[in-house]
């Protein structure tokens, strides 16, 4: 069965840096890509990008370029999201997801970010 | 590279069919066969329920189905039921090796 558990909520100050992890389970971790997704409250999914553990193969949506990075740990089959200054705006529910081409076929519970000083 | 543009919102009464649209450009929808549609109760993680623009994954009902025309897309749900009540999705792999959501649509059973 094919499993992603994420980190849990957490609440930050602006200015500080922040890793959560995304940790996969019943697939082979480093033959699939890893999606990040944003939800801020009340909006809708936005694709941040996604990681290939593999080879390292990165790839970022326009917004997030710089903003984010994205990387893994193959010998824990544990992907991460990184940021090193929070901002207020970056106040959201993050999903990670295994992405196909077409598609992101399984999700994580989603991890709530929260930042506020 | 901009959202995919959705009706804000659609609404149905139970058993009716509702179709949402999925408006995308010849950089994403319409260049590839990649797009799949999602479906999200408040709360909760989405659900992937269409792929590749007609297939749905085991276990998702056979009332939910997909279509693209040119640079849109579009998925039906028919034979409306309370649970289909949620906000949907689509998405789609663009020219820039990226993917791109739609902008969401509520559905509301009436």
């Known amino acids: 069965e094919v499993q992603l558990v994420q980190s849990g909520a957490e609440v930050k100050k602006p200015g500080e840096s922040l890793k959560i992890s995304c940790k996969g389970s019943?697939?082979?971790?480093?033959?699939?890509?890893i999606a990040w997704v944003r939800q801020m409250p009340g909006k809708g999914l936005e694709w941040m990008g996604s990681f290939f553990p593999g080879d390292s193969d990165t790839r970022y949506g326009p917004s997030f370029q710089g903003q984010v990075t994205l990387s893994a740990d193959k010998s824990l089959n544990t992907a991460y999201l990184e940021w090193s200054s929070l901002k207020a705006s970056d106040t959201a529910v993050y999903y990670c997801?295994?992405?196909?081409?077409?598609?992101?076929?399984?999700w994580g519970q989603g991890t709530l970010v929260t930042v506020s000083s | 590279q901009s959202a995919l543009t959705q009706p804000a919102s659609v609404s149905g009464s139970p058993g009716q069919s509702i179709t949402i649209s999925c408006a995308g450009t010849?950089?994403?929808?319409?260049?590839?066969?990649?797009v799949s549609w999602y479906q999200q109760h408040p709360g909760k993680a989405p659900v992937l329920m269409i792929y590749d623009v007609t297939n749905r994954p085991s276990g998702v009902s056979n009332r939910f189905s997909g279509s693209t025309s040119g640079n849109t897309a579009s998925l039906t749900i028919s034979g409306l039921q309370a649970e289909d009540e949620a906000d949907y999705y689509c998405?789609?792999?663009?020219?820039?090796?990226?993917?791109?959501f739609g902008t969401g649509t509520k559905v509301t059973v009436l």
């Open positions: 997801g295994k992405w196909v081409a077409g598609s992101v076929d399984y």
């Open positions: 010849s950089n994403d929808v319409g260049a590839y066969n990649y």
């Open positions: 019943g697939f082979t971790f480093t033959s699939s890509w």
């Open positions: 998405g789609s792999y663009t020219n820039w090796r990226t993917y791109v």
